[in-house]
Structures are given as structure tokens and as C-alpha cells.
């Protein structure tokens, strides 16, 4: 009997578990209470990056002072930086080193409001941008961009060094005319002039297929070179209009800005006449595969060179967006046929050094 109505509050409980049900809204009640912890998380995190930045200037800018002032050698800042870590041994960041970091952070920037904008970036990726960079108006944009991508100290640098600076947005472009206010900046700037490929390494007289071949062997470093948000959808892409097929070199897709690009690569210099080709392939791209949702589709020309008046002529009156740049590679002289397939790989050199160690 027992048993019985044990059984029976055991059926009781389960089936008020169960009519206890979860509110349709609870799910996203949830996400939106994670969202907000985190976000408050991050936000405690840039308020101690940024305020120790700014401890980091005024601390520089006391040290400039006296450099410049009363003439305090580097024996005296040596000194100062053993009393700081002997004074505050639970804390970091005093070495010499590290001091004269802070002179020159803080005569970098000598308004405390340029200092504000970098301070939200972490002290490793400013002592990258002290090094690396030389002007004032550079740092703040390489600040920028690490705050919205989310950049490594190592891709800033690598950022820095292959001048992304001087080549993003540049790519000459018709997206004014043909793509609505402000989607058209955004589409603009995600395109470059020239192109860094100076990852591959190509003979002189290299046909486009080559190139094609190399960029999709290298497809991480092709992705990163295009930029944040990029997605590759495919490679000989293939669209049939009026039961022929056609195929485009390269089809990416843009996560942030909601656009396919459409890539189209030429082993030679711009001719007008490639305008009309890729036109097509926007049109055909628009119809089959773009969604509602999404922007306009735009189409990326990469030239082995150009002449701007002739590219701003062949846009003038195109209505798809379209934009044409350069690329940069290794170009090598061509290998004597009879040794090309007689040369080891670097696979093959590892494994005989492996071999005789």
C-alpha cells in the first residue's frame, strides 16, 4: 500500500514538473541576461585597460617633464623604476623599459584626448603602435580598427607592416552611384588598393588559372588579406543563364555588410572590355542566389595593373557596383622545364633532415 502512494505522489510530482511549463518567452529572457553580463564583463575590462593606460600618460607625462625640464638622465629614471617595484611589489608594469614606454606614450600624445582614444586598445598593442607606426592620425585609425575586429597584437602588426592604412577604400569604385547611402562607405572601405598576394610566388608570365590556383591553396591567408567578414562560398562558381553555363572565378560572402562578391581575376592590366563580363555575373548572382534581405551584390576586378582614367570611363555608367585594384606577388623567372618535376618539395627536404638526425 505504501508503495501504491509512493508511486502515486511520484506520477503527482512529475506531473506537476511538468505543468510547470517554461514560459515561450524564457529562452530569449535568458540570452538577454548573458548578453548583458557579458557585455558588462567587457566593459569592466576596457574600463581597467583604459584607466591604467591613462595612469600609464600621466606618469609619462610627469617623466617628460623632468627629462626635458631639469634634465633627469637615464641613471635617475633606473632608479625610479627599482623604488617603484621595490614600493609596489604587488604591482606591475614599473620596469625601465616600461617607463620609457610611458615618455614616449605620453609625448605621442600630448592632448589627453588622443590618449583617451588609444587607451581603449591594451598596452601591449600601443607599445606596437609606438614602434611601428609614425604618425599621430595612423595610430588613431590602427586603434580603431583593433577596437572594432578585435585584433590581435600579432595582426596588428602584421596589419601595420603590409600599410593597410594606405590601401583600404582605395580600390576605384562606382558604389557612389550605384549603392544607397551609407552602405555604399561600407562597401567601399572593405575594399583595398593594391592587394597584398606577396604570399604567393608566381613566374613572371603566370596565366589567371595559376593565380586562382595559388589564391585558393592559400585560401587563410587569401581570406585575412580580404578582410574582416569574408566568407568563401565557392571557386568556378557555376550559374547557368538560358541553359549555358558560366563560371566565376571566386565567390565570397560578406557576413557583416550581407553582400556576395563576386572575384574576378586577370593575369594582365585592366581592360574595359572585362567591366561588361563581370556586370553579367552580378546580374546572374542577383536573380539566383541573392535574398531579399541582402545588399546589393558587388563585383571586385583584381588587375596586374591599371590606369585610373580608363577604369573611372569603363564604370561611369555601369549600374552594378563594381570595383577594380591591383594585386602584388612574387614574380620569379620560369624554371627550366626538364628540373621542374625533378625538384624536391619542402615536404620532401624535411623528412630526408628528419631522416639524418
Partial sequence: MNDMTDQKKRLVHEKSAKNAIIPRDYASVLERIKNDVQQSQLRAAQSVTQELIMLYWRIGKILSEKVTEEGWGAKTVERLSKDLCTGLPDISGFSFRNLKYMRQFAEMYADSNWAAVVAQIPWGHNIVLMDKVT?????????????????????????????????????????????????????????????????LALEKKFREKELEQELIDHIQKFLLELGEGFAFVGRQYKVEVSGKEYFIDLLFYHLKLRFYVVVELKA?????????????????????????????????????????????????????PIGVADYQVKLVESLPKDLRGSLPTVEEIEAELGNSL
Fill in 135 to 199: 604618425t599621430i592620425d595612423q595610430r588613431l585609425w590602427y586603434a580603431q580598427q583593433t577596437l572594432e575586429n578585435g585584433w590581435s597584437r600579432s595582426v596588428l602588426s602584421m596589419w601595420i607592416e603590409s600599410d593597410l592604412y594606405s590601401r583600404q577604400g582605395k580600390a576605384i569604385t562606382n558604389f557612389k552611384h550605384t549603392i544607397p547611402s551609407p552602405q555604399s562607405d561600407l562597401a567601399e572601405q572593405t575594399l583595398k588598393d593594391p592587394y597584398n598576394f606577396q604570399f
Fill in 268 to 320: 594582365t592590366e585592366f581592360d574595359p572590355r572585362d567591366t561588361g563580363q563581370l556586370n553579367f555575373y552580378l546580374s546572374a548572382i542577383d536573380d539566383l542566389l541573392r535574398h531579399p534581405d541582402d545588399n546589393p551584390t558587388i563585383g571586385l576586378l583584381l588587375c596586374k595593373g591599371k590606369d585610373k582614367c580608363t577604369v573611372e570611363y569603363a564604370l561611369r555608367d555601369v549600374r552594378k
